[in-house]
């Protein structure tokens, strides 16, 4: 009995050599803003308080995260 994994049966290839794909573009993920489904549909989803600048990074909130009492404490 032979005794392979998945991987090593079914998505090995015989002269297969892997490489790294180039970009078009070198990217620094901790200076640029991500782009994820709510950065590029902001402007289709109801209720969302309106983007001034869309390059601009997504800033947190404590306001979410505050108690209502701590809330109410600030006006």
Same mark, same amino acid.
């Given at each position: 009995?032979?005794?392979?994994?998945?991987? !090593?049966?079914?998505?090995?290839? &015989? $002269?297969?050599? @892997?490489? +790294?794909?180039?970009? *078009?573009?070198?990217?620094?993920?901790?200076?640029?803003?991500?782009?994820?489904?709510?950065? !590029?549909?902001?402007?289709?989803? &109801? $209720?969302?308080? @309106?983007? +001034?600048?869309?390059? *601009?990074?997504?800033?947190?909130?404590?306001?979410?995260?505050?108690?209502?009492?701590?809330?109410?404490?600030?006006?």
């Amino acid at each position: 009995t032979e005794f392979l994994s998945t991987t !090593q049966r079914d998505f090995c290839a &015989q $002269g297969f050599v @892997p490489c +790294r794909l180039r970009t *078009a573009k070198d990217r620094d993920y901790k200076t640029e803003q991500a782009i994820t489904f709510w950065s !590029q549909n902001y402007q289709k989803v &109801q $209720g969302v308080t @309106p983007i +001034r600048n869309p390059n *601009a990074p997504f800033k947190k909130s404590t306001l979410f995260s505050k108690p209502i009492s701590e809330q109410l404490d600030d006006f």
